[in-house]
């Protein structure tokens, strides 16, 4: 079977061509989901290339719906890849874990225990006492790398299970690179971020 007779069969114009349009738009809508994430935490770099690759793929997408306007199949595959393509660019995310988030701990009863746990972890924080229609409170604020945010929440409910908490995107972290323990600085620059006191 030649080029011609293929493209010109039932099977590529039924089958064929809807599955290539559902996985371009799988791809193209996953790049526009991770686009628009790495837009909203200032990677200016990034994004526009993500953004140029995310119009080619779905001018060529739309292309063989505008070609085959008579195929209800390829509505079909349309929408089935706009669908797949935003769980599949959110799981992406959710592997690549890019970025900072803020973790605030709302704990009626002494945070003695949370604040022993995060200062043996390495992480800075901050405690305030407070007051709300239940009584005294403390909240705690400590800033996080997003791939540490589910082990942090696991030993948050296992210090005070109780405790009410909510984590909130954070765009820029300036400061001390010291609040996040997980960062490991290599030796050539050691000295360079935290210089040696002089010997007198």
């Known amino acids: 079977m030649d080029i011609l007779t293929l493209v010109d069969s039932p099977i590529f114009k039924w089958a064929i061509i809807p599955i290539l349009i ?16 790495f837009v909203s935490k200032g990677m200016k770099f990034t994004a526009p ?33 706009f669908a797949m393509g935003n769980f599949v660019g959110i799981y992406i995310d959710e592997k690549l874990s890019i970025g900072f988030i803020l973790l605030r701990v709302i704990t009626r009863k ?15 924080f901050t405690i305030l ?9 403390n909240i705690i604020f400590v800033p996080l790398r997003r791939k540490d945010v589910k082990n942090i929440t696991n030993n948050v409910k296992k210090y005070n299970p109780k ?25 050539r620059y050691r000295y360079k971020i935290f210089p040696r006191s002089k010997k007198k």
Not at 113 to 123: A, I, T
């Open 22 to 37: 559902c996985l371009a738009r799988i791809i193209d809508v996953t790049i526009g989901t991770l686009r628009i994430i």
């Open 49 to 81: 290339v993500l953004g140029f690759f995310e119009v080619i793929i779905w001018l060529l997408a739309i292309g063989q719906i505008m070609h085959n306007l008579s195929n209800v199949v390829n509505y079909i595959a349309y929408g089935l890849g």
């Open 110 to 124: 002494s945070a003695k225990d949370l604040k022993e746990y995060f200062k043996n972890s390495g992480y800075r």
């Open 129 to 137: 006492d407070a007051d709300s229609d239940d009584g005294p409170v």
């Open 163 to 187: 405790a009410f908490y909510t984590l909130e995107d954070v765009r820029t972290v300036g400061g001390e690179i010291a609040y996040f323990p997980s960062v490991k600085i290599s030796r």
